[in-house]
């Protein structure tokens, strides 16, 4: 028998050019939807009644953003949570993923451009919004946020066997790309003043931090986004360790002072961690 079901439109993607008077700006988003509810007829016999196109969604996103400026994009994935809960068909819950590619304004003679952009790294910022008729809960995050510190990293004192090989290092390079996810504990707030202040927390804690082990600086990162920000409720960091290997320089008659090394892709560490409050 049917035990769950769900269904949407995914990889919605929606760039709004907002002209304002002195500049341009863009917004950049990749966004889908996913209603939950009692849509069996359609799995079981057929009965498309209750079903709402899925292309019917992705106008919808396009409608919604000609009258909202997506800044910041949190109150975007509510509006069309709301707009699909008042519709028709009956979901009993809508869950709203959404995706920002940040652009920045190229510099020219030293000054922002008005109107020429740069794709502004790797970095995605992040936000679900899950909605049912009672309730709306906000997520935020950034994934692809990759930083490196080349000292204050070390790890040593480890579990050995008979298959251990790593040598201890009290001196080692630390690089990673940071995912981190959050849960608002409310809807009600400064969605972009939050994030950029959580990233900063982030970045902070990361370069400041006197790191034993990837494991001691992701719940150090975490506990300072809990610490200087009570509107946050949970936060999930992962941190894939992105190994720079010393290389023997030995077969050279070379002497590697701690500064040459090969950067690996795979394959790699991979630390995760969900930290909440009491």
């Known amino acids: 028998m049917l035990a769950e079901n769900s269904y949407g439109k995914s990889g919605i993607r929606l760039v709004k050019l907002l002209r304002r008077p002195d500049r341009h700006e863009i917004v950049d988003l990749t966004v889908a939807v996913r209603l939950a509810g009692d849509f069996e007829a359609a799995h079981v016999s057929g009965d498309n009644s209750r079903v709402l196109p899925t292309d019917t969604m992705k106008n919808a996103v396009y409608a919604l953003a000609a009258d909202h400026s997506l800044t910041p994009f949190e109150t975007f994935g509510i509006d069309l949570v709301a707009h699909f809960l008042a519709g028709e068909g009956e979901p009993t819950s809508v869950t709203v993923d959404l995706e920002e590619h940040p652009w920045e304004p190229l510099t020219v003679r030293g000054r922002p451009h008005p109107h020429a952009f740069r794709r502004s790294g790797g970095e995605v910022r992040i936000a679900v919004v899950r909605g049912t008729r009672e309730s709306t809960s906000v997520e935020a995050g950034l994934d692809g946020l990759v930083v490196l510190k080349s000292a204050a990293s070390a790890f040593s004192g480890f579990r050995r066997d008979r298959l251990t090989t790593l040598p201890e290092t009290r001196d080692r390079i630390f690089a990673t790309s940071v995912a981190a996810h959050w849960r608002y504990a409310e809807t009600d ?90």
């Open 189 to 278: 707030i400064d969605f972009a003043t939050l994030r950029g202040e959580i990233r900063q927390a982030l970045l902070e804690t990361f370069a400041g931090h006197a790191s034993e082990s990837v494991q001691h600086t992701l719940n150090a990162m975490g506990e300072a986004v809990l610490e200087r920000h009570p509107e946050v409720d949970e936060i999930r960091i992962s941190l894939p360790n992105k190994h720079h290997l010393p290389v023997d320089l030995s077969p050279f008659g070379l002497e590697n002072r701690n500064e040459i090394f090969v950067a690996t892709e795979e394959p790699y560490g991979l630390i995760e961690a969900t930290l909440r409050r009491k």
